[in-house]
């Protein structure tokens, strides 16, 4: 086995992680900060081990009638879905998604003693209702993960289809919705299923659209019985009080925070309609990424970008390179990269 990661570089530009480059604005960093001053003051005790306050504010947010008692939280969303598992995979269980998806699921998957099973996509790389039931049905898996929208490949997933995977199966189902905010406003989220849904689990993360990628904070939607299932497997204090406190400030500032949304969906569109002028072929993305295929040697072009100063990701599908939609000066600098590559090949 070989441990998550992803190139981390000095580079001018890096658009490989799909991190919110648009830094916390000036006014909720100073609230955060505040917060985090006034927490300080009692950080020689344990924080609130069920971090009270944080869960009323992801339910407020939220919202769909959500309490505090739906709501998981831990330090980023990978800790959020370890959790799912530990309480619910482990040795002689298995868990299943749809290939390729999030890195993460079968390394997790594997961590807690369980099985990964890989089910298939459409060569668009769309998940149809039936298909996906008969998959499921067929693995007959104690744990599955939608990744909606999916990463790496921006693709969206219908709520149809997590109904048909939810009656396949006996086992928990966990749509991640780490990208949610970035899909068109209209769009219903997952969490409109929940009710009479004792096994479905709607996770989020605050690393993208809150631009909170380095505070670490993710947080699911569940059935209050689930939740319970959680605690018995968390750490003891897992959210320090310094998290809770800054996760807390930046939900009350949750308008501000996500005013960069639009930005970030207009560059994400800019570069699809560019690289597809340039020849390559953009996948349907509802996220802050683009995939886009097309590409001859990915690693040859993604050497190149880097020499120019541009990190993107390969994600290792074939003929095909993956970026983030970054500032307006951030993704004309990747455009004009990848133009200037293109010329030169």
């Known amino acids: 086995m070989t441990p998550y990661g992803a190139p981390q570089a000095p580079l001018p530009i890096a658009l490989n992680v799909n991190e919110n480059t648009h830094p916390v604005p000036q006014d909720v960093a100073d609230d955060i900060m505040d917060s985090i001053a006034l927490a300080l003051r009692d950080v020689n005790r344990y924080p609130d081990r069920e971090f009270t306050a944080l869960r009323e504010g992801f339910a407020d947010y939220l919202g769909h009638g959500l309490t505090r008692e739906q709501i998981w939280a831990a330090n980023g969303s990978n800790e959020v879905l370890q959790h799912v598992l530990q309480a619910f995979a482990g040795p002689g269980r298995t868990a299943?998604?749809?290939?390729?998806?999030y890195?993460?699921?079968?390394?997790?998957?594997?961590?807690?003693?369980a099985s990964w099973l890989a089910g298939t996509r459409a060569s668009d790389y769309s998940v149809d209702a039936s298909d996906a039931a008969a998959q499921v049905a067929d693995a007959a898996p104690d744990v599955v993960f939608l990744c909606a929208p999916n990463n790496p490949t921006g693709t969206p997933l219908g709520l149809d289809v997590i109904e048909a995977v939810y009656d396949a199966t006996d086992g928990v189902v966990v749509v991640d919705e780490a990208y949610f905010?970035?899909?068109?406003?209209d769009e219903r989220s997952a969490l409109t299923l929940l009710?009479?849904?004792?096994?479905?689990?709607?996770?989020?993360?605050?690393?993208?659209?809150?631009?909170?990628?380095?505070?670490?904070?993710?947080?699911?939607?569940?059935?209050?019985?689930?939740i319970?299932?959680?605690?018995?497997?968390?750490?003891?204090?897992h959210l320090s009080a310094l998290t809770?406190?800054?996760?807390?400030?930046a939900l009350r500032h949750a308008p501000t925070m996500l005013r960069m949304v639009d930005e970030?969906?207009?560059?994400?569109?800019?570069?699809?309609?560019?690289?597809?002028?340039?020849?390559?072929?953009?996948?349907?993305t509802w996220t802050n990424f683009v995939l886009f295929g097309g590409v001859a040697d990915p690693a040859t072009t993604w050497q190149a970008l880097y020499d120019r100063g541009v990190l993107i990701r390969d994600v290792g599908i074939p003929n095909h390179l993956r970026v983030t939609a970054g500032t307006e000066e951030e993704t004309t600098a990747f455009l004009d990269a990848l133009a200037s590559v293109g010329s030169t090949s």
Do not use: C
């Not at 299943?96 to 998806?101: L, Q, S, V």
């Not at 689990?201 to 904070?217: D, E, L, P, Y």
């Open 195 to 226: 009710p009479n849904r004792e096994r479905l689990v709607v996770s989020r993360t605050m690393s993208k659209a809150f631009a909170f990628a380095g505070a670490r904070v993710g947080y699911l939607a569940a059935d209050p019985t689930l």
């Open 181 to 185: 905010e970035f899909a068109p406003r």
């Open 103 to 113: 890195s993460m699921y079968p390394l997790l998957t594997r961590a807690t003693g």
């Open 96 to 101: 299943f998604g749809f290939a390729p998806t």
């Open 228 to 237: 319970d299932a959680l605690r018995l497997v968390r750490l003891p204090y």
């Open 264 to 284: 970030i969906v207009a560059q994400r569109d800019r570069i699809s309609a560019t690289v597809e002028a340039l020849g390559y072929t953009p996948h349907e």
């Open 244 to 249: 809770q406190a800054a996760a807390s400030a």
